[in-house]
């Protein structure tokens, strides 16, 4: 699919995959987030080879990516509720105090009736349901307006100050200082 | 565990409130039982001893239908891949999904049992061998299922090699199954069928979470 494909990332930074449509950044995401496997090469997590032990290597991990992942049958504090549980927290969600994507309006309303974009601030709240250490987000600003983007831009940097890092497969320019760039163009063989 | 039953309860929810998919179910089901007896004939004597057989069938091509539901779903939608980042181990997330498609698969042939062995003249002292039998049996179809749902969502086909995968694996409870209502029928013991459809069912049901789990992982 492609080679050469080098970069490490410490706390606090943020990467952005550019390419062309095709150029396999979502299949770049997907292998840092251990869904598809390597042919060849190594992903390595604080210098330990993640495919030693992928599971533990996961639980690191938030990815978020073109599926919103949402189930039609929940409302939606039902769902950050489900999300929360399959990370095994049952304390009260920081989201009720902290809600930036601005979705605790919509909460008893059922996941079905939400729009495109209403769904996506919905998925995006998921990274802050528990703290992951790599946020790897494929093209998190689809759908999203200009207010969500700025809104994801500061859930990052915050992120990111918290020693968090974030990889993010994008076309739209985020808001981001000092970040990391690695183009997938011409890297196939 | 506190996780594993709130998760439990959210799995439940989400089977309950789709309500349309299931209702096509049952209806699918009330469908094949009203139509058999059409490709029969109307003896109520040959329909009486066939009933058990055909209740099992009607069931069999219900559970097929549903299977989709497994994993399949949850992949188009994405929330396979939250489900594999999970800090729950994948077996629970696994176990918790499984066990409220079983309990919504119960549910749903046990309202249609009485009106289906009432419409095929079941002898009604045969009723509690077949709904024992279903008991047994059912868990185990749907956990079969899911280990094969999770291998075709991993190799990326559709359900229809599920359903060739799975045919050989569901002939022996079938076998059992309507052996025990066969056996009952003829005023023999059902203990031999029951333990086995039993012993199938142990076997089954605390290995397939992991089976699953291993399957979802090869992706």
Partial sequence: MFRKVSFDLKAGDVLFVTGTNGSGKSSLLRMLAGFLSIHSGAILWQDKDMSDDRVSYQRNIHYIGHLDAIKQELTVHEMLDYWRTLQGLTSVPAYHRHDPFGIMSLYDKPVRYLSAGQKRRLTLSRLLCSDSLLWLLDEPTTALDHHGQKILSDCINEHRAKGGMAILATHYDLDLEGALRFDMNGQRP | ?219
């Fill in chain 2, 1 to 219: 565990m506190r996780c594993f039953f709130r998760l439990l309860c959210y799995d439940f929810r989400i089977q309950t409130r789709n309500r349309a998919e299931w209702s096509s179910l049952i209806l699918f089901f009330t469908i094949v039982i009203l139509l058999l007896p059409f490709t029969l004939g109307p003896e109520p004597e040959l329909l009486r001893r066939l009933a058990p057989g055909l209740i099992w069938l009607a069931a069999i091509l219900m559970s097929l239908l549903s299977l989709d539901r497994l994993f399949i779903q949850d992949a188009r939608d994405g929330s396979l891949d939250v489900m594999m980042l999970s800090i729950l181990p994948l077996p629970v997330v696994v176990l918790s999904k499984m066990l409220a498609q079983c309990g919504m698969m119960l549910a749903a042939l046990f309202t249609m049992l009485i009106p289906a062995s009432f419409l095929l003249g079941l002898d009604s002292a045969l009723l509690p061998v077949l709904a024992l039998t279903l008991l047994l049996g059912v868990p185990t179809l749907v956990f079969l299922g899911g280990v094969m749902g999770a291998i075709t969502v991993t190799l990326h086909r559709n359900a229809s090699l599920l359903t060739v995968l799975l045919v050989p694996f569901y002939i022996p409870i079938m076998i059992f199954a309507t052996g025990a209502c066969d056996a009952a029928a003829m005023g023999a013991s059902i203990q031999s069928n029951l333990l086995l459809l039993g012993a199938i069912l142990s076997l089954v049901l605390p290995s397939a979470p992991f089976v699953i789990a291993s399957g979802l992982r090869q992706g």
